[in-house]
């Protein structure tokens, strides 16, 4: 049996770190087959493995520095920190106390929650253009909205412009009943979904009809000079090379731009290039442009979001080396036949 205690100071963190009914000190004991007891002051780590041990106590005392510095403890919070770990790089734990970008309209305070999400919002405040790119529940789209209101409020910017390409996700709507608005709201429904936690539905309605935000499909961008604007260009993966192309140079003066997508999710005609994926390669190396990739370890959905989409990688993966496998495997002959065909 191997045994590691640890001192602390505040028994106030020791509240925060264990959550409520222990939540977070059982999921450390459920990662590392430890047992972790609480004596007053002390914390006592124990386990029949010394390297499960030694992992426990650094996730615990990496909490134990989030905590002091004022950062709530969640299950969330806590698995990220065991992954960080595991990983070896449990140093950057420390760097997860991040300044607030936004406040939502009921007081909650938005702050990146990951070292991938933090280096996204990096790369907004530091660039002109910034392209983020990654899968499912990353929250490459809430926290860009946030940017751009934190830039309002600030009267950094004057308009707030979201567009994203009106594409089906895979299954045809057909007509749509009422006018353009109408038409196109069902596109448009996860920026809105946003906008309302960070302004309230009135503040935002009120803006609306002001013309400080603007919510429209990417194909009303054409023939545009924005100035003044934080614009947010969502789900970019489902637009053409052209469409990126020509929403690229709208660009105006103080202005800014974020270009968000998940290159796994494509759901253009056969046929037809990412927009998105042309423009990693081709904007590569330009000053003034980030490119910034969040993996499933950045996602801050449910947990279960992040193994379905861990599951998918390794599936298309296990795929794309079949299909590998058989080319190399089929006989020159074998090609030659195919080609005369």
Do not use: H, W
């Given at each position: 049996m191997h045994e590691r205690t640890l001192t602390v100071e505040r028994m106030e963190n020791v509240v925060d770190v264990?959550?409520?009914?222990?939540?977070?000190?059982?999921?450390?004991?459920?990662?590392?087959?430890?047992?972790?007891?609480n004596r007053e002051t002390e914390l006592k780590i124990s386990g029949d493995d010394a390297e499960a041990v030694a992992r426990a106590e650094r996730v615990l005392l990496g909490l134990f520095t989030l905590s002091s510095r004022g950062e709530p403890i969640s299950t969330q919070n806590v698995r990220y920190c065991i992954s960080l770990v595991n990983e070896g790089n449990d140093r950057q734990i420390a760097e997860l106390a991040s300044d607030v970008v936004c406040v939502t309209a009921k007081g909650r305070p938005v702050k990146g929650k990951t070292i991938g999400?933090?280096?996204?919002?990096?790369?907004?405040?530091?660039?002109?253009?910034?392209?983020?790119?990654?899968?499912?529940?990353?929250?490459?789209?809430?926290?860009?909205?946030?940017?751009?209101v934190a830039a309002f409020r600030e009267?950094?910017?004057?308009?707030?412009i979201l567009t994203r390409p009106a594409v089906e996700a895979g299954e045809k709507l057909g007509f749509l009943p009422g006018d353009l608005q109408n038409k196109v709201d069902p596109y448009?429904?996860?920026?809105?979904?946003?906008?309302?936690?960070?302004?309230?539905?009135?503040?935002?309605?009120?803006?609306?009809?002001?013309?400080?935000?603007?919510?429209?499909?990417?194909?009303?961008?054409?023939?545009?000079?924005?100035?003044?604007?934080?614009?947010?260009?969502?789900?970019?993966q489902n637009t053409t090379a052209e469409q990126m192309k020509?929403?690229?140079?709208?660009?105006?003066?103080?202005?800014?731009?974020?270009?968000?997508?998940?290159?796994?999710?494509?759901?253009?005609?056969?046929?037809?290039?990412?927009?998105?994926?042309?423009?990693q390669k081709i904007l590569e190396g330009i000053d003034g442009i980030a490119q910034i990739t969040l993996t499933s370890a950045d996602v801050v959905r449910h947990e279960l979001v992040q193994k379905i989409i861990d599951a998918y990688d390794k599936y298309n993966a296990a795929r794309a080396a079949a299909a590998a496998k058989e080319q190399a495997n089929q006989s020159p002959r074998q090609t030659?036949?195919?080609f005369q065909k």
């Open positions: 264990f959550g409520s009914f222990d939540e977070n000190i059982k999921l450390i004991e459920q990662a590392y087959a430890v047992r972790i007891i999400q933090k280096k996204y919002l990096e790369a907004i405040q530091n660039n002109l253009v910034t392209i983020g790119v990654g899968p499912a529940g990353t929250g490459k789209t809430y926290l860009a909205v946030a940017c751009a009267k950094k910017i004057n308009r707030i448009l429904r996860p920026l809105y979904d946003a906008l309302f936690d960070m302004l309230g539905a009135e503040t935002y309605q009120k803006y609306l009809e002001r013309g400080n935000i603007e919510v429209a499909p990417l194909a009303f961008m054409r023939g545009r000079t924005l100035d003044d604007s934080f614009i947010i260009l969502d789900e970019a020509m929403f690229l140079t709208r660009i105006g003066f103080n202005s800014k731009v974020v270009v968000n997508g998940d290159i796994t999710q494509i759901d253009l005609p056969v046929g037809k290039r990412s927009g998105l994926k042309d423009a030659f036949r195919r």
